[in-house]
Nanobody, 118 residues
Framework: QVQLVESGGGLVQPGGSLRLSCAASGVIFVMYNMGWYRQAPGKQRELVAGIARGGSTNYADSVKGRFTISRDNAKKTVYLQMNSLKPEDTAVYYC????????????WGQGTQVTVSS
């Protein structure tokens, strides 16, 4: 049974930093592409950052230069370091694990709230 557990969200002032973690279980972690998505109230869920099995990364334009995604395969954990946070980064952040075996299979964490406000 696949389980993704996020942690590290909270309230931070504009310009501050947070690090999100997502611990995976029930998966052969190295086989999965991992990602962080977010959903703000009234908006669709969007990809924030992704990291492939081989370590290549991609970012939404809105977070480039501020956020960094990384993975520790030994710990089965993916991280999102968020710096220079802005109020528009406020959202629920979700961890995603994806694998394609004939079809794409996606697994999601429960989400963690990030609020950027003074």
């Amino acid at each position: 049974q696949v389980q993704l557990v996020e942690s590290g969200g909270g309230l931070v002032q504009p310009g501050g930093s947070l690090r999100l973690s997502c611990a995976a279980s029930g998966v052969i972690f190295v086989m999965y592409n991992m990602g962080w998505y977010r959903q703000a109230p009234g908006k669709q869920r969007e990809l924030v950052a992704g990291i492939a099995r081989g370590g290549s990364t991609n970012y939404a334009d809105s977070v480039k230069g501020r956020f960094t995604i990384s993975r520790d395969n030994a710990k089965k954990t993916v991280y999102l370091q968020m710096n220079s946070l802005k109020p528009e980064d406020t959202a629920v952040y979700y961890c995603n694990a994806a694998i394609t075996i004939a079809s794409r299979y996606d697994y999601w964490g429960q989400g963690t709230q990030v609020t950027v406000s003074s």
